[in-house]
């Protein structure tokens, strides 16, 4: 992929996050999750914007999973579990300027198969 179409995308990723981000936040009892996804892996972290902290976090890395549509769900199944440890039963969706679609809806759908409300 040549640079310049490379650049235009990531900057395109970025317009959206901003976009959604001047939207969207969470607090201690309506967290935001919000998905980072690389080539190779996910990471989701539950966020506290009122006191800028980080509730909980899990990343594929950890779990041993890829960033697929199956790491995607396996990895939502032990965030929706973690999240229910800490006490949060609904949740604000980041979906960080990606499309909700493949792995990020995938990730989605395993939030909401276990009663994660968002």
């Known amino acids: 992929m040549k640079a310049k179409v490379l650049k235009s995308k990531i900057a395109n990723r970025l317009k959206r996050k901003r976009r959604i981000r001047a939207k969207i936040s969470g607090c201690a009892s309506l967290p935001r999750v919000s998905v980072f996804r690389s080539n190779r892996y996910l990471s989701v972290q539950a966020i506290n914007d009122a006191t800028a902290t980080t509730l909980t976090s899990l990343s594929s890395k950890a779990t041993g999973h890829k ?44 939030l909401r198969e276990n009663e994660i409300k968002f």
């Open 67 to 110: 960033a697929n549509k199956e790491g995607g769900a396996a990895l939502g199944a032990a965030f929706a579990a973690k999240l229910k440890e800490v006490g949060i039963s609904q949740i604000v969706f980041d979906r960080n300027g990606y499309q909700y679609h493949g792995v990020i809806a995938a990730f989605g759908d395993a």
